[in-house]
């Protein structure tokens, strides 16, 4: 007979509907030998609080699933999911974390990888029952566990001969975003020209012959770099 596995959860989101889908499905596909104790929080400060806790008490969580887009802490330290990833990170650094988000711009998931290297990351677009299922089992195995949409992002990312830094990511994340290029070096706390040089460059980079922004951006997309 296996051994009892006591598996320590915090289950971070703002919607208690989807914890409660979380919940259910990690109960009803858990391994018979599997204990599963789960806390939740539906905002950064109970995040926090409970994170401090278990290492306080020294409990640590074994698994966090971090939704992305949370309402910031009172004392304004934490904006998001991601700002509690990196938290856990060094408070729990035994700790898997799976991220969910709605987010699928590849800025983004390219920084959350960067920033975070999250164990499980999972797109709420692509998710089923039976993908969360899997990504919880693989993670607590054999991590990490990308959706699809992250693969694919990596997928191309990867295969591309292209090498962007981060400052220019940024540059064709805002643009796609509608932001114009006079406002721009506010964004990124350079100048304008200094904004037009990389624009040029990337035009460069990725041929663009009619100089255009929306070419720019086209390619781009194709890419895997928005």
Same mark, same amino acid.
């Given at each position: 007979m296996s051994k009892i596995e006591n598996i320590k959860i915090l289950m971070i989101d703002d919607h208690p509907i989807i914890i409660e889908g979380y919940q259910n499905t990690l109960q009803f596909t858990k391994r018979d030998y599997q204990q599963l104790n789960i806390d939740i929080a539906n905002n950064c400060d109970e995040a926090i609080e409970y994170m401090d806790a278990s290492v306080k008490l020294n409990e640590p969580y074994n698994l966090l699933f971090v939704d992305i887009s949370l309402p910031p802490s009172t004392d304004g330290r934490m904006n998001s999911g991601e700002d509690l990833a990196e938290y856990a990170r060094k408070v729990l650094p035994n700790a898997k974390i799976i991220i969910l988000?709605?987010?699928? &711009?590849?800025?983004? #998931?390219? /920084? #959350? *990888?960067?920033?975070?290297?999250? &164990? $499980?990351?999972? *797109?709420?677009?692509?998710?089923?029952?039976? &993908?969360? +299922? %899997? +990504?919880?089992?693989?993670?607590? /195995? /054999?991590?990490?566990? =990308? %959706? $699809?949409?992250? /693969?694919?992002?990596?997928?191309? %990312? #990867?295969?591309?001969?292209?090498?962007?830094?981060?400052?220019?990511?940024? #540059? @064709? =994340? @805002?643009?796609s975003q509608g932001v114009k290029t006079k406002n721009l070096a506010s964004h990124l706390d350079i100048s304008l020209s200094a904004v037009e040089k990389r624009k040029k460059q990337l035009k460069e980079l990725f041929d663009i012959e009619d100089g255009q922004d929306e070419s720019l951006l086209n390619i781009a997309r194709k890419k895997g770099f928005i």
């Open positions: 988000t709605m987010f699928n &711009e590849s800025f983004r #998931i390219h /920084n #959350i *990888i960067k920033n975070i290297d999250p &164990e $499980g990351f999972l *797109i709420k677009s692509d998710l089923t029952s039976s &993908e969360l +299922a %899997s +990504a919880f089992q693989a993670v607590l /195995n /054999n991590p990490p566990f =990308y %959706s $699809g949409t992250v /693969n694919s992002f990596i997928r191309k %990312s #990867i295969t591309s001969d292209i090498v962007i830094d981060d400052k220019n990511r940024k #540059i @064709l =994340y @805002l643009l």
